[in-house]
């Protein structure tokens, strides 16, 4: 997984499920919004095209104009050349015809927001005013019964031409307003060309919100619910191995985080059901004895430090296995686990035997190899059992740890970088297991020193986690499989530890542990300052604190 791919993976984990429905909401108003922009394109076309049309009522205006100035202009000819009183009748008709298209010319020149329209229409007007001056003059001559001044106007310079300014000024006004519109019309079939490329785009977008919008309502909502209710159905059906998770939002993470806790709860009561049966058959006054005696102390408040424990029988509830944090005289503390061979109630007295010696010689001189020595004398009448023992002594506050480990699991030092759980130590063997061989060896056991760094975390734990395995088989959870399973966890505390180790240790095993096991996890904090909570410290299946 690539670091955009793991971001984004990360994001979505983190992501509300309110989040999520707000941008489902979100997309589905930009789908309005897109229908919306569809609508307006359309208004906008229309509005291109009406400026387009705006120039024809101008022009049919100018062309209604010159016409009643051509029809002026040959009633003016045929009265000037016969005088008859039907021309001048024509000639005043015809003069009313021009003063009316006029009041529409000028109309029309001020619906159309262009300067050189109204300039053009008024050069028109004032052309034909003009020629209107002269013509009067003219036909008011030719009414007289003396033509001599009709014969003198007739005669004058350029008279009979007055009407072509009028003219020219239309035939401009005429091929502007041709051109005018030509424009726009050319303009309006652009905009219309770009807003059907923008109207498709658009339309195109919208196809695609729709199903983009019906995917993410499937894997942001109903997905996630489908994957909780089939995990809640299939742990209602009796399925109690396989455990409850969700990656998805956090709502429906912290549903599916409390139908996890539920079952792993079923599965420790379960679990007690089964040790209360198994410790009536080993005999219940013996059983509590020995649980009580074997009852590790209350986990130890280190300002800094965080801690949890846990214990859990394969059989009843005695174990060989036990665990101890026990507080020293020089403010250090010591970490012991140990594990007897075998299971039951002579398993617990020998525990129980071991446990009294480590804490006696411990409290003595708080060497581990010396604490060895003396709990190796237990097995001197106990040639058929043998147990592994590891004693970590911690100073809390450099974080440094001297240990022995006579043949027991090595105890893991691990640390969370950028996600990923690892392994940075490891407290190897020091000496053989605790039994009737050694017990007059000189440095049998020694001791070793090592170095907490702050935020790394130490679990000790008994070979029943890591050699967790299924009916019939010999495939080993080993420590692998335990680093891979902290490897989902979205924080690594010594609790969770404790939690998922020991439920990934009893789905490997098909529900039914085969060997005790035990687990104690002291974490280092980042910032050693102030006082941290009470440590937990669970022992499942045997004493209760």
């Known amino acids: 997984m690539n670091g955009a791919t793991r971001w984004w993976h990360h994001l979505m984990l983190r992501t509300t499920l309110q989040r999520r429905v707000s941008a489902l909401v979100v997309g589905f108003l930009a789908v309005v919004l897109v229908l919306v922009a569809i609508l307006l394109s359309v208004q906008i076309d229309r509005g291109a095209r009406s400026d387009a049309e705006a120039w024809n009522p101008v022009i049919r205006a100018n062309n209604d104009f010159r016409s009643a100035l051509v029809a002026y202009n040959v009633r003016q000819q045929l009265y000037l050349r016969d005088g008859r009183a039907a021309d001048l009748a024509s000639l005043e008709q015809a003069e009313q015809r021009l003063d009316a298209q006029r009041g529409r010319l000028s109309a029309a020149a001020e619906s159309v927001d262009d300067p050189g329209v109204r300039s053009r229409v008024d050069d028109l007007l004032t052309g034909v005013d003009r020629w209107e001056a002269v013509s009067e003059e003219f036909v008011e001559a030719r009414q007289l019964p003396d033509q001599s001044r009709y014969e003198e106007l007739r005669r004058g310079p350029a008279t009979g031409l007055a009407f072509l300014p009028a003219y020219a000024a239309d035939d401009e006004l005429t091929t502007y307003l041709e051109d005018g519109r030509d424009v726009a019309l050319r303009s309006a079939r652009d905009a219309s060309d770009r807003l059907v490329a923008a109207q498709t785009a658009v339309a195109a977008v919208a196809l695609l919100l729709v199903p983009t919008i019906l995917y993410l309502v499937r894997r942001w909502v109903l997905r996630p619910l489908d994957q909780l209710s089939d995990q809640l159905l299939r742990v209602g059906g009796g399925d109690l191995q396989t455990p409850v998770g969700l990656a998805g939002p956090p709502e429906l993470a912290a549903v599916a985080a409390a139908a996890e806790t539920m079952r792993r709860r079923i599965l420790d009561e379960l679990a007690d059901a089964v040790s209360a049966r198994e410790a009536l058959q080993q005999g219940q006054p013996l059983v509590a004895e020995v649980r009580d005696q074997l009852a590790a102390h209350d986990l130890p408040i280190v300002p800094g430090w965080s801690a949890a424990a846990a214990l859990r029988p394969a059989e009843g509830l005695l174990a060989g296995d036990w665990y101890d944090v026990l507080p020293l005289r020089d403010g250090r503390f010591a970490i012991v686990v140990a594990d007897v061979s075998g299971h039951g109630a002579r398993a617990g007295i020998v525990a129980i035997q071991l446990k009294r010696l480590l804490e006696a010689a411990l409290h003595l001189a708080p060497e581990p190899d010396l604490a060895m020595a003396m709990a190796a004398r237990v097995f001197s009448d106990e040639a058929e059992r043998f147990a592994s023992c590891v004693v970590v002594v911690v100073d809390p506050e450099s974080g440094t740890i001297t240990y022995a480990n006579a043949g027991h699991p090595a105890p893991l030092v691990l640390r969370t970088d950028d996600g990923v759980v690892r392994v940075v130590s490891e407290l190897e063997t020091t000496g053989p297991l605790l039994s009737w061989l050694h017990l007059d060896t ?45 490897q989902e966890l979205d924080e690594l505390t010594p609790q969770t530890l404790v939690d998922e180790a020991l439920d990934v240790a009893r789905r490997w095993s098909g529900g039914r542990a085969r060997d005790d096991v035990t687990l104690v996890a002291f974490e280092r904090g980042r910032a050693a300052t102030g006082s941290v909570p009470a440590a937990r410290s669970a022992r499942e299946g045997s004493t209760p604190e």
């Open 442 to 486: 000189p440095g049998a056991w020694v001791t070793r020193t090592a170095s907490l760094a702050p935020g790394s975390m130490l679990v000790a734990y008994t070979d029943g986690l890591v050699e967790a395995r299924p009916s019939g088989t010999t495939d080993e959870l080993g420590v692998e499989g335990v680093l891979d399973a902290l």
